[in-house]
C-alpha cells in the first residue's frame, strides 16, 4: 500500500468475494469499553460562559461559490483558545465541492494536505484501529489490505448512495487542482467514515424534562467520541449548504472541513440527527449487512431532503441499511424526537416510553429518550441517565452543556446540543493536538451558540 494514494482498480473478481463477506451477524458483548470495574470516573460540571458565534465570526475568504468564515474560542485563555472555520457552499453539489477546496485554499488550509494526512494516519494505525472494525471488515482487511477493503465496501454502497455525493467529492478534488489519487482518497476517506462505529451518546428532551420559563420545547444532544488524533481534532468546520434550485433544503453538518457526510447537524425544517455506533448489541439487532448506504449519507439526506419526523421514519425504514447503530431524529415543528434501533434486518422506532434496551443501569425516564455510549453500556447509560433525571424540570441548552455530558465524559471529539423549536445550535470541538494545557476534550471546552435561521440565511 501507498501513504500517497489509495488503490485506484481492483479487478471485478474480488467485487464477488465482496458479496459472500458483506452479511453478517452482530458481535455479542458484556460492557463497552467506558465501562469501569468500579464506580464510572465522573467529570465536572462546565461552568464556562456560552461563547457568542456570530460575534466571534471572522470573514477570511470568498469565491464565487462559497464563504468561509474563522470563529475564535476564548476558552481559558491564549494558551488553550481554538478556532473553527463555517464554510458556506452555494450551487449545484460539483460548484458546492470546488467551492469548499478553494475556501479552504486561499484561507491556508489545502484539503489535498487535509485529506492525504488522514488516510497516512489510517494506515499507519490501521493494526491499532482493526479491532474497533465490524468482524467482516478485520477480515477482509487482512486477506486483502486496506485500500482494497475500502474499495470494495464502495462497490457494496455506491448502488445506494446518491450520485450527488460522489459529484461533490469530484468537485473537491478539482478545487484541489486535481492531484493524481486525491478523488478516490477522498472517496475512502468517506468510506472508513462510514465503517467506523465511533462511541456517543444522544439524548431528546421534551415536555416536562424542559425549563418551563425556556421557549425550547425540544432539544436534542449529539455527542461524538471517535478518533482524538492529528488530523482529526486540527481541520474543526462547519459546512453549510446552500443548494441550487431542486438540490434540496438549506442545512448544516459539525465536524471536520471536507468531511460531506452526515454526523452532526440541522436543516432548516427544525429537524436534527443523532448516531451512535453498537459494538455491544443484544439478540434484537438481528443481522449487519454491507450492501448498502452508509449511515453517514442516510443522515445527510435526512437532512437534505426530508421535511418531516415523519418522512424521516419512512427513509430510514426503507433504506438498504448496513450496520448496527442507535439513530435519533428530532422535529422542532412538532416538538418530538425518535430513537431508532437500525440494522440491516431490524428498524425499531422509540421514545421515552418504549426505550430500549430496558435495564436498571438504563430506566425509561418521562419525556426523554437518552442513551450513552453503546446499546449495552452499563457505565455511560447509568450517569446519562442520572443527570438528566436530577435536572427534570430544569433541562435548556445551558443546563444540559453544565451538567450532562461533562459529567458522564461522552462528547470527546465534538458535541453539539439543538434547540430544534428555536432552530439555535450550541457546539464545541476538541482542542487542536498541539495545545499542551487544559483539557482536549469537546465536552470539557467552550460551547459556542448560533442562531442557525441566520446561518441559513447568509447570503453570498
Known amino acids: 500500500m501507498s501513504s500517497s494514494s489509495p488503490t485506484h482498480h481492483l479487478p471485478l473478481l474480488l467485487?464477488?468475494?465482496?458479496?459472500?463477506?458483506?452479511?453478517?451477524?452482530?458481535?455479542?458483548?458484556?460492557?463497552?469499553?467506558?465501562?469501569?470495574?468500579?464506580?464510572?470516573?465522573?467529570?465536572?460540571?462546565?461552568?464556562?460562559?456560552?461563547n457568542d458565534g456570530v460575534k466571534m465570526s471572522k470573514l477570511v475568504a470568498s469565491t464565487p461559490n462559497g464563504k468561509l468564515y474563522a470563529v475564535s474560542v476564548p476558552n481559558n485563555n491564549a494558551t488553550t483558545a481554538g478556532t473553527f472555520h463555517i464554510a458556506h457552499l452555494y450551487g449545484t453539489p460539483?460548484?458546492?465541492?470546488?467551492?469548499?477546496?478553494?475556501?479552504?485554499?486561499?484561507?491556508?488550509?489545502?484539503?489535498?494536505?487535509?485529506?492525504?494526512?488522514?488516510?497516512?494516519?489510517?494506515?499507519?494505525?490501521?493494526?491499532?484501529?482493526?479491532?474497533?472494525?465490524?468482524?467482516?471488515?478485520?477480515?477482509?482487511?487482512?486477506?486483502?489490505?486496506?485500500?482494497?477493503?475500502?474499495?470494495?465496501?464502495?462497490?457494496?454502497?455506491?448502488?445506494?448512495?446518491?450520485?450527488?455525493?460522489?459529484?461533490?467529492?469530484?468537485?473537491?478534488?478539482?478545487?484541489?487542482?486535481?492531484?493524481?489519487g486525491l478523488e478516490q482518497t477522498i472517496k475512502f476517506v468517506h468510506m472508513i467514515a462510514g465503517l467506523t462505529q465511533g462511541k456517543c451518546s444522544m439524548f431528546g428532551a421534551w415536555g416536562e424534562m424542559l425549563n418551563p420559563d425556556s421557549?425550547?420545547?425540544?432539544?436534542?444532544?449529539?455527542?461524538?467520541?471517535?478518533?482524538?488524533?492529528?488530523?482529526?481534532?486540527?481541520?474543526?468546520?462547519?459546512?453549510?449548504?446552500?443548494?441550487?434550485?431542486?438540490?434540496?433544503?438549506?442545512?448544516?453538518?459539525?465536524?471536520?472541513?471536507?468531511?460531506?457526510?452526515?454526523?452532526?447537524?440541522?436543516?432548516?425544517?427544525?429537524?436534527?440527527?443523532?448516531?451512535?455506533?453498537?459494538?455491544?448489541?443484544?439478540?434484537?439487532?438481528?443481522?449487519?449487512?454491507?450492501?448498502?448506504?452508509?449511515?453517514?449519507?442516510?443522515?445527510?439526506?435526512?437532512?437534505?431532503?426530508?421535511?418531516?419526523?415523519?418522512?424521516?421514519?419512512?427513509?430510514?425504514?426503507?433504506?438498504?441499511?448496513?450496520?448496527?447503530?442507535?439513530?435519533?431524529?428530532?422535529?422542532?415543528k412538532i416538538s418530538q424526537f425518535r430513537g431508532f434501533q437500525y440494522s440491516s434486518s431490524v428498524l425499531r422506532v422509540m421514545n421515552d416510553t418504549t426505550q430500549m434496551p430496558v435495564a436498571e443501569w438504563h430506566p425509561r425516564i418521562k419525556d426523554v429518550a437518552y442513551w450513552g455510549m453503546d446499546w449495552i453500556c452499563v457505565g455511560d447509560n447509568e450517569v446519562l441517565g442520572k443527570q438528566l433525571k436530577a435536572n427534570s424540570g430544569k433541562l435548556d441548552g445551558p443546563t444540559a452543556i453544565r451538567d450532562t455530558i461533562s459529567i458522564e465524559k461522552s462528547g470527546s471529539n465534538h458535541a453539539a446540543f439543538y434547540d430544534l423549536t428555536n432552530l439555535e445550535i450550541y457546539v464545541s470541538y476538541a482542542a487542536p493536538s498541539t495545545q499542551t494545557e487544559g483539557s482536549p476534550d469537546a465536552f470539557d471546552r467552550q460551547f459556542t451558540w448560533f442562531d442557525a435561521k441566520l446561518l441559513f440565511a447568509e447570503k453570498l
Open 215 to 332: 421557549s425550547t420545547k425540544l432539544l436534542q444532544l449529539r455527542a461524538l467520541d471517535w478518533n482524538m488524533g492529528s488530523p482529526f481534532t486540527d481541520y474543526p468546520a462547519m459546512t453549510v449548504y446552500h443548494p441550487a434550485e431542486n438540490g434540496g433544503n438549506s442545512f448544516l453538518l459539525v465536524g471536520m472541513a471536507g468531511f460531506i457526510g452526515g454526523l452532526t447537524g440541522v436543516s432548516e425544517h427544525q429537524l436534527g440527527i443523532s448516531e451512535i455506533g453498537v459494538s455491544y448489541p443484544d439478540d434484537t439487532f438481528g443481522n449487519e449487512s454491507r450492501i448498502g448506504i452508509p449511515f453517514i449519507f442516510v443522515l445527510r439526506d435526512i437532512l437534505q431532503w426530508d421535511s418531516t419526523l415523519a418522512d424521516s421514519i419512512n427513509r430510514l425504514q426503507t433504506a438498504k441499511r448496513t450496520c448496527d447503530l442507535i439513530l435519533g431524529v428530532g422535529d422542532g
Open 15 to 50: 467485487f464477488f468475494l465482496l458479496v459472500t463477506l458483506l452479511s453478517v451477524s452482530p458481535t455479542q458483548g458484556a460492557f463497552c469499553h467506558a465501562d469501569h470495574k468500579g464506580p464510572p470516573v465522573l467529570g465536572s460540571p462546565n461552568t464556562f460562559p456560552i
Open 94 to 180: 460539483y460548484q458546492m465541492g470546488f467551492a469548499q477546496a478553494a475556501l479552504y485554499k486561499k484561507a491556508g488550509m489545502d484539503l489535498e494536505v487535509f485529506m492525504n494526512k488522514v488516510w497516512g494516519y489510517l494506515e499507519t494505525q490501521v493494526d491499532e484501529m482493526i479491532p474497533t472494525f465490524p468482524k467482516f471488515l478485520q477480515n477482509l482487511i487482512a486477506r486483502v489490505g486496506l485500500d482494497a477493503a475500502l474499495e470494495f465496501t464502495y462497490l457494496a454502497s455506491e448502488p445506494f448512495t446518491g450520485d450527488y455525493f460522489y459529484e461533490e467529492m469530484k468537485g473537491m478534488a478539482a478545487g484541489c487542482g486535481n492531484p493524481p
